[in-house]
Every structure is written in C-alpha cells, then in structure tokens.
C-alpha cells in the first residue's frame, strides 16, 4: 500500500477523533505554491520546493488552544509512523519559533516543524478548524480533500 492510501486511512481516523471535518468541502482546493513554510532554525522555502520530491504530510496546531493539547501525543504517535514512508512527516504550528518549541517538546527536534505565525499557509489551505491533518502532494494539490 502506497504512502497516498496510508494517509488517506490515517486521514479518516483522526478526522473521527477530531469528531470534525478539517478541511473546507471544496475538493478543489490547490494552495498557491509560493506560500512559504518557515521551518524552525531555518531560511523560509516554498510550498513548491517543500514538495517536490515527496509528499507532505502535516498535523496543524495551534500551541493556544486546549483541542491542539489533546491531539498533541496521538498526532505524535501518527507522524512517527511516517517516518520511513515516501512522505514528508511534519508539523505546521501556528505560532512563532520560540512558542513551537516550548509547545512541542521533543517532536520539535524529532519531526519536521514549520512555523505559521500569520497563518498563512492555513488560509491557503482553506483549513477552517485546528487541529487539522494535511496531504499535499507532489503537485501541490491536498490530497484526499
């Protein structure tokens, strides 16, 4: 089974738990690939670039709300799944860099991590609830939305 049905099962069940839907109806949603991803400690780099070579798989938080608390330790234990597959396991956090950090813990320094102060990359999304759980492929486009 391929990383793209893996996520979408994955998919599924943490929607489930979320007991919400994360990402808006709309199935055509392709975020602009010249939105930037901020990774902690490091130079900002396109959606485009993030994503060219492998899929994106991302667990967006925001390290102010309690709902973002109660998922932290699944979504955890749902990247490190991820961690040999064809797909980039990572967070998106909205917040910045020191507040990431602090909120993580050690899934700061263990998984990829992306910083969304302004939120940006969310609206782009068209996420309209946090905690949500993204698939962006190769091309840009969300992957089972």
Not at 14 to 33: C, E, I, Q, R
Request: hydrophobic letters at 45%; one cysteine or more; aromatic letters at 6%.
């Amino acid at each position: 089974m391929g990383c793209t049905q893996v996520i979408l099962r994955l998919w599924v069940a943490l929607g489930a738990a979320l007991s919400s839907p994360s990402v808006s109806a709309d199935p055509a949603v392709t975020p602009p690939s010249e939105v930037e991803l901020k990774p902690l400690g490091g130079q900002p780099l396109t959606l485009a670039r993030q994503t060219r070579l492998f899929q994106l798989l991302a667990v967006i938080l925001d390290p102010y709300t309690e709902e973002s608390s109660w998922i932290l330790r699944t979504a955890g234990r749902l990247l490190g799944e991820f961690t040999e597959a064809d797909c980039r396991a990572s967070w998106i956090v909205t917040c910045g860099e020191a507040d990431a950090k602090a909120f993580l813990g050690p899934y700061a320094d263990q998984f990829l991590t992306f910083c969304d102060e302004d939120r940006s990359l969310v609206k782009s999304l068209g996420i309209s609830e946090i905690p949500a759980i993204v698939a962006i492929g190769t091309d840009g486009a969300i992957i089972g939305s």
